[in-house]
Structures are given as structure tokens and as C-alpha cells.
């Protein structure tokens, strides 16, 4: 508080110092400014705002009686929203709880490697470099087709499950794919980069001069990761959670392909067959609409409650 | 679809830029329609537009489409993949290279149809606002072709320019969905029934109910689509499924799927990629289709065997068709009619393995490859006709409400 109104009095002591050309030389800048960020909010508007409007007022279509399929008039016909949130808020539901673990996973997972890259090798560039290259190699091939290899690598007859199977993990029935657990992995897989990366960013600026000083007041390596290194990469944790959290609660390529018919069905499944099979397109708008408003609820309240400054 | 046109266009790339700006811009246009579609965009707003504009609804506004198929001699035709004979060497289709060398029309041949519905979902809006989706010719199954057909998106065939139309098998001359093929052709047809691996269930299935056996919980897998699913549980269920069935008999086959479902008894539910499911292992047996399991064996040593249930199986036919506004009808016929000449088609069921619409094709395979002329899952016999059926055409409510109630049914 006190910070900010000294700020605030220098700010005012400096502004009183300009010259008139100073000052409008600064407003020029400000216009200046203003113009360039008009092609980014033209192309915000154009492919964002446009397709969002489409969504909400596709979502409140009616279907005349007796229409064709694929027949829809505009209207206002809120009942679509509450149709579709009885029908489906488990699933929606499960979604955020599939993507809520996967994100913790990643995080678990995630955080110690990029520790290591980015901490612990630092200065010895050529393990960091390889170790990168291998942490974003995965971006090089397909997203489906590496899902679909973990089907193959999960399946019945593979390593895993009969190794599982061999030491009694797994009942000697069991299987892993078709399964919620096949489901949530394949999220943390495929969106482990996403987490990994920003920390790893962070992590890279990390000053280790204040490690050695929490050493040297004697604070154990435990204590100074979590008084220390953890509070200040915090900024890279909460973009990392984001972009994983964020993909995972609407994606359905791993619920499809890794996951049954009874139990792991995601939302994006959900809007694909309203939209595709059904073609109940407005239905599927509402559950586009609904999805949207909810992770963008979730996300406001974790920026409200753990957001860091520096980041926003 | 790159390829396709690369390889059919001169190499130089202005004389190539020029032959396609020539041919129109629909190329790119589709292909970028196509793009967008993938994230349901296109059809979303397409879908809009067409309620926008008055309620138009999903009917076509019909336009006089002028044909310039004396001008223009190229044919572009949608298909399914792996749905036509492919030489992996030349990387060509050679029924389609003599097509050409007997027309003088450049055929461009794209596998771009993954599904029925999603297809559907892709160019219903421009179809609806009666624009040319850039295709001559595509190939949607039978209930899907009575869809686009009722809604007024396809054109009626001249069928004085498909002379060949009199090699259409008589079984499929008379379908409901279009009453003397004024707007489809056959293109292949094949059964859904059920097959299983021959090394680890030796003792077999002859009936659906034999899927429910407890050895073989948690290893089965079963179609998404719901016409071969259902249909074969109906007929299991004893009904009849061309005639007049209504939704107790349709909720008694969705109520068994859905406890086959609950109870781990049926592993997934798939569309296309059930096949990886029964090579990998994780599926022993389940409700597939014919062709494929010919394919699958073909390339695995013979490891499943396929049966048509004892109640019966489903028949289903994948129809040419040619979409409204496509400028070169004529073009299309003349395609149509090249592939209904017993020669070419046995060629075509020789690589496809599927069913093949057109009569004479049996005996033309035996200068092609004698040992399919035997293979009943090519050239079927009267006995394993008769215990095909055809799922009944549902209208537009009938429709909606079971696809609802299907999907509900398998967890989608």
C-alpha cells in the first residue's frame, strides 16, 4: 500500500518535470500503440468473437415440428441449456475430475524434470539441450497417432499388462485399456509438455545464489526447495496448470481411443456425437457454451486464489 | 487429394497453378471448407446460414445447374478409403487411369469420406444452400444416401447415359430410400455380422447371444453404427428388421447393449478402428463387417473367421450419388457407367473384397483371380442372401430419436 502511493507521488514529481513535447510526444505513442493492436483485435474479433456469438445463438435454435434433420430455426429456446446439463452434467463433471488429476500427475511428473534441466544441469548445455530436444520431440509426431501407440503398448497381449498380470497387480482378467486409468494417463502424456515447458522456463531464471544463501542459514535442501525454489517458480506451476488443465477437460481423443463405452466418457465425445451423429447442433452448441463458461469460471477462481502478479 | 491432383497435373507448376484456376476455385475452396469442418466449424455456421435465411431449413433451394460436362472433362468423386483398386507400385488406380485413357475425362479421386455422419456434418450446409461442394460423385450408405436424397441435395440421374445401370444386381434395383435408383447407384455393398479369432476361440460363434458367453467377458467389440448393431440384435431378438418394427423392439436391443455394456461384457464400441482392436488382441470377437475381415486375413494369416448369425445379418450398401449444384452431371454418369461393366468391376471387388453391385462380375474374376470367385463374402450365395436384411428407412424423427437413444446407449 505504501509502495504504491510513494510510486504514485513519483510518478506525479516526474510528470510535473516534462516539457509539453514530451507529453504529447508521449500521447503520440500512446496512439501509435492503440493502431497497432487493431489488426490483433480485428483478428480476435473475426475469428474469436465471431464464432463465439455464432455458438450462443446456435445454442438457443428450435427445432420446428416435423423438421428434417439438421433443421433448426432461431429462437430463444433456453430449455436447451437445462436438457442438456440434466443429461450430462455427469460428464462433465468427470471431465474436470479426469483433467484435475491429470494435472496433478503432470505436475508431480513434470516439475522434477524440468528441476533437473533446467536447475540442476545448468551450465552443462549439451545434456539441457538434448534433454529439450527429447521433452518437445513428442510435438514432432501426431497427437492421435501417439495416443493410439499407447493403445498398442496397454493392450491385452503387451509388456505392461502381462507384466502387471505376472506380479499380481492386475487380476489375470484385467486389462488396462478401455479403462479410466488408460484415460487419465493418456492425458497426462499428451499434456505433460505443456506443464513441463513453462516451469522449465522458469525454473531457467532461477537465481541459485539465494539456494546457497537458505543453505547457508542453514535451511535443509527440503526446506529451501519449498521456502525457496517452489514460491518462486510458483508463476511457471500456475501457467503450467493452465495450459494442461485447460486442453485436458475438453479433450476427447484420449477418452475415445483409450477409454469404454460405460464410465470414461469425456465432454468433447459428447459434443462430437450431439454434433456429428445426433445432429442435434444445438444442443451441442449449449454444451460448447456450457463447457466454455465452466473452465473459464474454474480458471477465474484459481487466478483469484492462488494467481501471482507477475503473471497478469 | 494433393496427390491425386499433382500426379494427374502436368509437372510444371505455372502450367499446373493455370489448369487448376482453370477448373475453378471450388478445389480450394472445398479443401479449406473440408479443413475447417474438421473442428465443426463449417458446418456449425454453414448450419446457422441456413436457419438465418428465413428458416430455409435443411431442404436444398433447388438452382438450375448448367452442365459443362462437354467443356470441362474432369470428374471429382469422394470416396471412402481404401475403396478402390490401388497400385502401390505406380501409386495409381488403374481402373480409373483406363477411365480416363477410354474418356478423355481426368478423374480425381479423393478418400475423403471417414464417416457418414461426419461427411454429412461437413458439407450439409453448403449442400442446403444449394452450393457445389466441388464433388461429382459421393458415396454414403444407405440410410445416409435416403438422408441427403430426401432433403434434395442430390441430382437425378440420366440413366440413358448409364447404359450399364441393366448389370445392377436385381436385389438392390428396388430400395426404399430411392424408389428405381433415380439418384444413387450401388457402389459396393457387404454384410455386418460376426466374426472371431480362430487361434484363441476355438469353439466359435453361431449366434449374437454366443458374444455374451462369459469367456469371453471384456474382449468383445461391437460397431458404432447403429443400423449393424441394433440390427443384428434386433434380428437376434427375432425381428424382423425391414418391416414396420417401432421402439419397444428397438429399446429391447438398446436395453442389451447397454447391459452388455455395463456389465464389461462388450469392450468398446468402434467404428473403422475395431480392426486394430481384433490385431492387437485386445478384442477376440465382436460385430464387424465382411470386407474387412477378407482384408484382415488377407494380412494376418487367416486368423478370423466370419459368419453370418443364424437370425441373420444386416446388408448394407455404400450409393453413388451426384450432390446438387455439381456442374458435371454427365461426367459423373459416364463414371458411373464405366464401373457398372462386369470387367472393371470384378477388378474392383478383386482389391476391395467387398460385395459387388453388378451382375457379371463373378465371371469376369475368373480371368482376374479365380480364388475369389468362391469367396462368399465377394460373390455371395442365394442361401447367404437370403439371410441378409436391410435395416428399414427411418424418417426424420424415427431417425433423430433413435440416433439419440443409441448414442445414450453407448455412452456418447
Known sequence: ?312 | MSNQIRRELPRDPEVRALILQAQGLHLSRRKLLAGAGGLGLAGLLAACGTGGGGGGGATATTAAVTDISATDKNVFWANWTLYLDYDDKTKQYPTLQEFTKRTGIEAHYVEDIDGNDTYYGKVQGQLAAGQDIGQDIITLTDWMAGRVIRQGYTQKLDHANIPNIKNLLPALQKVDFDPGRENSLTWQSGYAGIAWNKAKYPKGLRTVSDLWNPDLKGRITVLDEMRDTIGLLMLDDGVDIASAWGDAEFTKATDMLTKQINDGQIRQVKGNSYKEDFISGDAIAGIVWSGDIVQMNFENDDQWEFVIPEAGCTLWSDNMMVPIASPRKTNAEKLMNFYYEPDIAAQVAAYVNFISPVHGAKEAMEKIDPSLVSNPLIFPSDTDLAKAHVFRSLNADEETKYNSQFQTAIGA
Open chain 1, 1 to 312: 500500500m505504501t509502495a504504491t502511493a510513494t510510486r504514485g507521488q513519483k510518478k506525479h514529481a516526474t510528470e510535473d518535470l516534462r516539457s509539453e513535447e514530451e507529453i504529447a510526444a508521449e500521447k503520440r505513442k500512446g496512439r501509435v500503440g492503440l493502431y497497432l493492436i487493431i489488426p490483433g483485435m480485428a483478428f480476435l474479433a473475426l475469428f474469436f468473437a465471431a464464432p463465439v456469438l455464432v455458438l450462443l445463438s446456435m445454442s438457443l435454435y428450435a427445432k420446428p415440428p416435423g423438421a428434417e434433420i439438421g433443421e433448426f430455426v432461431p429462437a430463444l429456446q433456453f430449455s436447451n441449456y437445462t436438457t442438456v446439463i440434466a443429461a450430462y452434467w455427469e460428464v462433465f463433471l468427470r471431465s474436470f475430475v479426469f483433467a484435475f488429476i491429470a494435472t496433478v500427475a503432470a505436475l508431480l511428473i513434470g516439475y522434477p524434470m524440468a528441476y533437473l534441466v533446467a536447475v540442476r544441469l545448468r551450465g552443462r548445455q549439451l545434456m539441457q539441450g538434448i534433454l529439450l530436444v527429447l521433452l518437445i520431440a513428442p510435438f514432432f509426431s501426431s497427437f492421435i497417432l501417439r495416443t493410439q501407440a499407447w493403445k498398442q503398448i496397454l493392450s491385452d497381449e503387451g509388456p505392461v499388462v502381462t507384466v502387471l498380470r505376472a506380479i499380481a497387480i492386475l487380476p489375470p482378467d484385467g486389462h488396462l485399456t478401455a479403462t479410466a486409468f488408460a484415460v487419465v494417463c493418456g492425458l497426462t502424456y499428451n499434456f505433460l509438455p505443456f506443464m513441463m515447458l513453462p516451469i522449465y522456463a522458469n525454473l531457467d531464471r532461477l537465481d541459485t545464489s539465494l539456494l546457497e544463501a537458505s543453505g547457508d542459514l542453514y535451511a535443509s535442501p527440503i526446506k529451501t526447495f519449498f521456502k525457496v525454489t517452489l514460491p518462486l517458480s510458483m508463476p511457471g506451476v500456475f501457467a503450467g496448470t493452465l495450459l494442461t488443465f485447460i486442453p485436458a477437460a475438453g479433450d476427447y481423443v484420449n477418452a475415445s481411443l483409450l477409454g469404454n463405452n460405460r464410465d470414461t466418457a469425456m465432454i468433447g465425445q459428447i459434443i462430437d456425437s450431439r454434433f456429428f451423429k445426433v445432429v442435434d447442433y444445438p444442443g451441442a452448441s449449449a454444451l460448447s457454451f456450457i463447457l466454455m463458461i465452466l473452465i473459464l469460471a474454474l480458471v477465474l477462481i484459481y487466478i483469484k486464489r492462488f494467481g501471482t502478479k507477475e503473471l497478469f
